[in-house]
């Protein structure tokens, strides 16, 4: 049991680092209460990656 859940505590960390390089990419750095990106969760970082890439759709079809 504990090497899966060290498997999972890797593949959420992994995802996490992802989502952090993808925000940086749109220039997303901190969170407007002035979170830092390192200190939100998983469930956070996609919720702000799903709105950062749909607000940057939105305004390429503007």
Request: overall charge neutral; hydrophobic content about 30%.
């Amino acid at each position: 049991m504990d090497g899966q859940a060290n498997k999972l505590r890797l593949a959420v960390e992994q995802r996490k680092d992802y989502l952090k390089g993808e925000l940086l990419k749109y220039g997303y750095f901190k969170t407007p209460d002035g979170k830092q990106l390192y200190e939100l969760t998983l469930s956070e970082l996609e919720q702000i990656h799903i709105n950062v890439k749909c607000q940057f759709a939105k305004e390429m079809n503007d």
